[in-house]
């Protein structure tokens, strides 16, 4: 463990750039159920996983106030029907914005608004494309004169549909009565440096076309090889959907500009209607354990290896009250009583309450009242916090024997575990107000004790 071994401007450097190769997984939290837990024991619960950004529909204010403090970040939502009075000016969106955002940050953590949802391919005819765009614009122009720009992108999300074809991925582009509205998207994005969205989903795929699509294919396995005509070798349909998305980006003329691409919805049901062989809990299982693995591998694909994309499992609840078919209130990892679905792997070492409670298990022994502890948030980037562990360790004035070789914290021996001892007891010592546990965004509050074994992390 390398302690005070930087040089005073090079960690301040690292503690002021923000954090680069972080590799997050996000959930779906829909909440069209009479049936589920409230947001407040969802956020508490979430801190004891790997999850660290959630994607919701609207703007509903109980989820925002319960999401406050917990160093998750959110990304909100216009709904569709609410899109076309945003796109008339940006004073519109400007009071959308102050009612509905503006008094829950910074304390919740509001990274995106999603502007509709598929809006494009819905069979609204009342829903005007030309809105979508100006809506996208206003809403970006209310945040620019905030000065919140930098902190919450404006995107929108889209089902494969806008799609004319998505086979060959290299030779994928976009529908052509999309393509004006298309082209003014991805210019804004490029512009203003939010992510492409898309609602990729390999099941649809496979159970439309069961005899001619690979069920491991579809389900992200090491399946044999599909080829395309330009080189590219895929191993799961996912991939193959994201290049589509990237050659239809690329047809636009926007190949030599920066766009990252997110997957806003991917997963797997766990029950169909009648004959559908597809929907099952094992399927259901083994596609979103590949995908959280995906989401948590810094990789690309075929067509770009390099390019990291974040992932949001498509979704957190079972939601009894979702109109459609079967499948549609089937793609939760968890039941309403919050009981598993199936047994999907969200635990994280070091996060709060230890990452091993469910959402049906009962929080025992939780600290309660003015106990808190500061740690470190999963998946933060090593560089900086090894910048933080030298900076507590250092000039923060933190006895950090207990994490030499020699004492009690120092198994494991692994930097995320150093750096939430450190980064405990700097917050203890300076009074644990919110702002001594950001730590250029590392640092998450928790209110369950995180010693373990003989370690002991202190507490006032």
Sequence with gaps: MAIANLPLLLLLILLMNPLQNVSSVGINYGTLGNNLPSPKKVAQLLQSTLIDKVKIYDTNPEILQAFSNTGIDLIVAVENSHVSNISTEVSSADEWLSTRVIPFIPATSIVAIAVGN????TNDNKLEPKALVQAMQNLHAALVARGLDRKIKVTTPHSMAILASSF???????????????????????????????????Y????????????EYALLGNATGVRDPKGYVYNNMLDAQIDSIRSAINALGFGNMTIEITVSESGWPSKGDHGDKAATPQNA??????LIERAQAYKGTPMKPKDKIEIFVFALFNENKKEGDE???????????????YDVDLSCQFCSNGGTLGFGEKVSGAARGPSVWCIAKPHSDDKVLQ??????CGPGGVDCREIYESGDC???????????YAMNAYYQMHGRNYWNCDFKGTGLVAFSDPSYGTCRYPQQ
């Design 118 to 121: 598929e809006y494009l391919t």
């Design 168 to 202: 060959p991925p290299s030779a994928s582009t976009f529908a052509l009565n999309l393509m004006p509205t298309m082209t003014a998207i991805v210019g804004f994005l490029a512009d203003t440096g939010a992510p492409f969205m898309v609602n990729a989903y390999p």
């Design 204 to 215: 649809f795929a496979y159970r439309d076309n069961p005899g001619s699509v690979n069920l």
């Design 285 to 290: 299982k083994t596609y979103n354990t590949r």
């Design 327 to 341: 499948t549609e209130r089937n793609f939760g990892m968890f039941n309403g009583d919050g009981s598993k679905v």
């Design 387 to 392: 910048a933080v562990l030298d900076f507590c």
């Design 410 to 420: 120092f198994e494991p021996n692994k930097l995320l575990a150093h750096a939430s």
